[in-house]
Nanobody, 123 residues
Framework: QVQLVESGGGLVQAGGSLRLSCAAS????????MGWFRQAPGKEREFVAAISRSSGSTYYADSVKGRFTISRDNAKNTVYLQMNSLKPEDTAVYYC????????????????WGQGTPVTVSS
């Protein structure tokens, strides 16, 4: 059974930082591209960042480019999202997801999803 478990969310002031983690089990982690998505209240789930299987390629939404960094440790079956210079508009539930597709920016190609971890950025 595949499980993706996010952690690291919480409440932070604007300008602060958080590091999200997503621990994967039940799949061959190194065979999957990994992505982070977020969903704010009343909005659709949107792409945040993604990383290829070997960490050779990373992708970011324009809204987080230069502030967020995605990375992965295949030995630990874990993907990370370092979030710096947080803004109130970053407030959302953050989800990690796994896909065997190369189209990492598109949520519809992701097969497995975590339950999400909430991030609240106060102004």
């Amino acid at each position: 059974q595949v499980q993706l478990v996010e952690s690291g969310g919480g409440l932070v002031q604007a300008g602060g930082s958080l590091r999200l983690s997503c621990a994967a089990s039940g799949l061959t982690f190194s065979s999957y591209g990994m992505g982070w998505f977020r969903q704010a209240p009343g909005k659709e789930r949107e792409f945040v960042a993604a990383i290829s299987r070997s960490s050779g390629s990373t992708y970011y939404a324009d809204s987080v480019k230069g502030r967020f960094t995605i990375s992965r440790d295949n030995a630990k079956n874990t993907v990370y999202l370092q979030m710096n210079s947080l803004k109130p508009e970053d407030t959302a539930v953050y989800y990690c997801a796994a896909t065997t597709s190369g189209a990492l920016q598109y949520k519809y190609v992701y097969k497995y999803w975590g339950q999400g971890t909430p991030v609240t950025v106060s102004s």
